[in-house]
Every structure is written in structure tokens, then in C-alpha cells.
């Protein structure tokens, strides 16, 4: 079975600071990951790919992936309040029968940027 | 403007009863999807379809079913064999659901409540 995995948190950090979130991920092989936003009774809404090492910057945001380790994370710089959501993290599933569009998402970390 | 419609919002169903849930795109995307969120867990998926006429059941298929007439719309019927239907229901696509380096994108999702 394959697994995404996050911490559920919920994660806290002050306005400003950076916040730090985190996935694992089973299938050494997996090709794409992605980060939601997901604002509480809204849909998920995509703010990140990343299908190579390293690091992927995009204003705020900077995702990291480590293939060796199975890891990719989310970094948010100079949090805010309006960051406060949940982080869903997605990785491709290389399914047979040519399902590798498919998407195999984690439970999501609730993240809260106090004032 | 270009994307994914869901309708209703919210919808509620008496014991016993079928109900009928909607999903448009127009962003010309072969792959869609239906998942299931509930509280506190990731999302789960129901089935998929990747062209008109064809599609596969996802990780908890029982007491759904799907049709693809158009390349349009991937509308979800909830049975009445399906013995616990609350939750919050996500319609999503992308390019092609063979290209591991494809985005999903979702729609704004149908609250289902059972009365």
C-alpha cells in the first residue's frame, strides 16, 4: 500500500516567522509531488509542483524535494495569517495501466500563523 | 473563464434515496476524478475516467457510480448501498491522466449530508 505521510500538527509559528512543513512518501519511484492549500470547507487548491531535486521557489513559498530520502517539504516564508489552512501533500502514483496521473494524497497538516 | 463546476454546494438525502452529484470542466482536460473527503482524513478516491466512455473505479468504489458521455462532465451518483455517504465530495482533473507531470486542479465540491 502505498503512503503519503504528514504531521497532522496543528502547527503554530508567530506572524512573520518561517513555517516548516513535511512529507514522506513510500514509492522510491514516484515522480511528481505537489502541495494544496486547503482553507477549511473549501476545495484544495494547488500552489506547488515539484518533480526534481532540490529546491523550487516561487514568492513566499519554496518547496524542497529529496528523492534519496523520500522527503519533500514546504517552506513559508514570512507567514501570515491568511497562510492558516491545511497543507495537503501529493505524490504521483505509478499505477499500472497507465494511471501515473493518478495522485496519492496525505492527510494534511493544519497549520495556524497567530498574529 | 477557464475551469470546474460543481453543483450543488450543499446537498442532503434521506435514507434509501439516489442522488445525482455534477461535475463540468472547460479547460479541455482528458482525466477526471471524483474523491472523498472526511473529517480529519486525506482524500480518497472514488473513481476516474481518462476518456469519454471509460472509466476505473478508484479506492472505494462501492455504492458509487460514474458515466462519461461527454469529455465535459463526469457527474457521481451516491447509491443507496452506499451506508455512510456524509462527506464532502471533490470533482478534479487534469491534462492527461497517463502524464505523471500533470497538475490536478479541483472544483469548489458538494457538501453530501444524510438526514
Known amino acids: 500500500q502505498k503512503e503519503v505521510e504528514q504531521n497532522s500538527g496543528p502547527l503554530s509559528v508567530p506572524e512573520g516567522a518561517i513555517a516548516s512543513l513535511n512529507c514522506t512518501y513510500s514509492?522510491?519511484?514516484?515522480?511528481?509531488f505537489f502541495w494544496y492549500r486547503q482553507y477549511s470547507g473549501k476545495s484544495p487548491e494547488l500552489i506547488m509542483s515539484i518533480y526534481s531535486n532540490g529546491d523550487k521557489e516561487d514568492g513566499r513559498f519554496t518547496a524542497q524535494l529529496n528523492k534519496a530520502s523520500q522527503y519533500v517539504s514546504l517552506l513559508i516564508r514570512d507567514s501570515q495569517p491568511s497562510d492558516s489552512a491545511t497543507y495537503l501533500c501529493a505524490v504521483n502514483d505509478r499505477g499500472y495501466g497507465g494511471s501515473q496521473g493518478n495522485l496519492i494524497f496525505g492527510k494534511g497538516t493544519k497549520l495556524s500563523v497567530k498574529p | 473563464d477557464g475551469g470546474i463546476t460543481q453543483s450543488p454546494k450543499y446537498l442532503f438525502r434521506k435514507e434509501g434515496q439516489n442522488v445525482t452529484l455534477s461535475c463540468e470542466q472547460n479547460?479541455?482536460?482528458?482525466?477526471m476524478y471524483w474523491y472523498r473527503q472526511d473529517p480529519g482524513q486525506g482524500l480518497r478516491l472514488i473513481y476516474y475516467?481518462?476518456?469519454?466512455?471509460?472509466?476505473q473505479k478508484g479506492d472505494i468504489a462501492e455504492g458509487y457510480s460514474v458515466s462519461r458521455e461527454k469529455k465535459e462532465s463526469f457527474p457521481l451518483t451516491v447509491t443507496s448501498a452506499q451506508k455512510n455517504p456524509t462527506a464532502f465530495y471533490l470533482c478534479?482533473?487534469?491534462?492527461?491522466?497517463?502524464?505523471?507531470?500533470?497538475?490536478?486542479?479541483f472544483g469548489p465540491g458538494t457538501r453530501l449530508t444524510v438526514l
Open positions: 475516467s481518462q476518456i469519454v466512455n471509460d472509466f
Open positions: 478534479a482533473s487534469t491534462q492527461s491522466r497517463t502524464d505523471s507531470y500533470n497538475e490536478q486542479f
Open positions: 514509492d522510491r519511484g514516484s515522480q511528481s
Open positions: 479547460l479541455n482536460h482528458d482525466a
